[in-house]
């Protein structure tokens, strides 16, 4: 009796996991929290010694607050466009979606109007305009900004480096590949990075701001082939046991990526999410190294011993309060 017990336990069980609607480990965040911080983190040693100093004195601050523009999602209605630019929604038939929408804000506006280029993301312009504030707060010598920007502009310059940022099918739903979005920017990374290897040299001046940050999009979205076509070549040869697991996280079990998958994808893609990280991390360093040289080289050292002020943190918690008590963020949900 015990045994036909425990056998039709195991069936059932069994039944349970095939036919239950079960959900995907989705974190909405880009990168994920372990990818944002780290490459917030890589960024500050490829600054000059003129400004390591500083960043290395505040190196958690600038790590530990680098997902806050994906809380704000869940208070700040117009933050999700920030993240992303659907850049194939302008192109029709063989189109080059790149030559079709203009580089410059303005131009885009007068062709497509802001209410369009809003709907379907800005992170190219985003960066430009994160990148005049941290300019300006260096000319102020206003350490507050300089933190607060820096660590921010760090978050939108990563996004950029993702191929699903680029994309209308940012998550696979049109491809029946639902749930890839977090896949490749959470989940690999999460698995592989601290065997990533992160020494990618000294960040150098961007001459054209704006220009990298559509450079960053463009070889983003030249990658999304890829992403897609191994992800989906690979589904075919494994079945559902090998392919997920079912993992503790938070109240209760999920279903993720299993270990050998997510391994063999992210061979077949021959270490683009280790590439891209590592073009964040330089790419970030740059932006800082740059706004600093724009601002007329200010000397850090004279702000090194500033820690961040009290009001700023009484801002930041309340912020952060206002993130906590809302439940659904705004724009995109990739679970």
Not at 13 to 24: A, I, K, S
Request: hydrophobic share 40%.
């Amino acid at each position: 009796m015990i045994r036909k017990t425990i056998i039709m336990f195991l069936l059932l069980t069994t039944l349970m996991l095939v036919v239950w609607p079960v959900r995907v480990v989705e974190p909405a965040h880009a990168w994920g929290f372990y990818g944002h911080r780290r490459i917030n983190r890589m960024a500050c040693f490829t600054l000059p010694p003129e400004m390591f100093g500083f960043y290395k004195r505040h190196i958690d601050f600038i790590s530990d607050h680098s997902t806050d523009p994906d809380s704000r999602r869940y208070a700040a209605v117009g933050e999700a466009a920030r993240h992303y630019i659907d850049i194939d929604h302008y192109a029709h038939g063989d189109q080059d979606p790149f030559e079709v929408v203009p580089k410059k804000w303005e131009d885009a506006v007068a062709r497509f109007t802001e209410d369009t280029l809003q709907a379907y993301g800005i992170v190219p312009w985003h960066i430009q305009v994160m990148f005049g504030r941290l300019v300006n707060a260096f000319q102020r010598g206003d350490v507050d900004r300089i933190l607060r920007n820096s660590t921010e502009l760090g978050h939108y310059v990563a996004d950029a480096h993702v191929p699903l940022h680029t994309t209308e099918n940012y998550n696979g739903q049109m491809t029946n590949q639902y749930g890839i979005h977090a896949f490749w920017e959470s989940r690999i990374p999460e698995l592989s990075a601290e065997n990533y290897d992160h020494l990618v040299g000294r960040a150098s001046y961007v001459e054209r701001p704006l220009d990298a940050a559509w450079v960053a999009v463009h070889d983003s979205h030249m990658l999304l082939d890829s992403v897609f076509g191994i992800e989906k070549r690979l589904s075919e040869t494994y079945p559902e046991d090998r392919k997920y697991v079912f993992e503790d996280r938070g109240r209760g079990g999920m279903r993720s990526y299993s270990r050998e998958f997510t391994q063999a994808y992210e061979d077949a893609m021959q270490g683009m999410v280790e590439t891209r990280m590592n073009a964040s991390i330089l790419s970030l360093g740059s932006f800082w190294y740059s706004a600093w040289v724009n601002a007329g080289q200010p000397d850090l050292a004279r702000f090194e011993e500033k820690d961040v002020s009290d009001s700023l943190k009484a801002v930041m918690k309340a912020e952060a309060e206002l993130w906590k008590s809302n439940e659904k963020g705004f724009g995109r949900d990739h679970e």
